[in-house]
């Protein structure tokens, strides 16, 4: 029991590690846009953004071991699956979004619209994926509470988050041409 609660905590280190990752490559997108004109856009949920991810991030170890859960491997293989195939998800939007993608909103639509990876499905891959992988992760070791007060705190900034974006994204008309008739999130569900 004791190694598998290591295991969990020493992958959650790995995450909040590629998550400080990210947000270099966040940074020097962000500069890189800058430079061609593109302007950050206010949103108001962004520190409720990263204070969930955070308290995903530090809550599901904290379940695991002071509410001693249990580690399940058949719950563990399905949703390490579901975290897996979320990341995959997250680092394609990356690397087809290139310069565009950072973690603040950018107006950026000008500089080109994407419509190419898993845009040419939704046109928000990546909420799609970071939620998962939020509910995923924690349900790896059983840590239920985090896996439900986590998603519902990460629906609401998605509420905010999505549309502080659209409203920057759907102003531009080469956006709204390309991306306007396709589903937010799960292709071919509506």
Known sequence: MELSRGLYIGLIAVVAALRFVELGISKRHQRQLAARGATRAPDPRFPAMVAVHACVLAGAPVEVVFLHRLFIPALAAA????????????????????????????????????????????????????????????????????????????????????????????????????????????????
């Not at 990356?94 to 909103?105: D, E, K, S």
């Not at 998962?132 to 896996?147: F, G, N, Q, R, S």
């Not at 998605?158 to 292709?187: C, H, N, Q, T, W």
């Open 79 to 190: 949703m390490g699956a579901l975290f897996l195939a979320a990341n995959a998800l997250r680092w394609w939007v990356i690397r087809t979004l290139g310069a565009h993608w950072n973690v603040q909103v950018m107006d950026s639509a000008r500089l080109g619209v994407v419509t190419t990876g898993p845009y040419r499905w939704v046109r928000h891959p990546n909420y799609s994926a970071v939620f998962v992988e939020m509910l995923a992760l924690p349900l790896i070791h059983t840590a239920w509470i985090t896996a439900l007060a986590g998603s519902l705190a990460h629906v609401w900034v998605l509420r905010g988050r999505v549309a502080a974006e659209e409203r920057v994204l759907l102003a531009a008309p080469d956006y709204r041409a390309a991306m306007g008739s396709k589903p937010r999130f799960i292709p071919f569900l509506f």
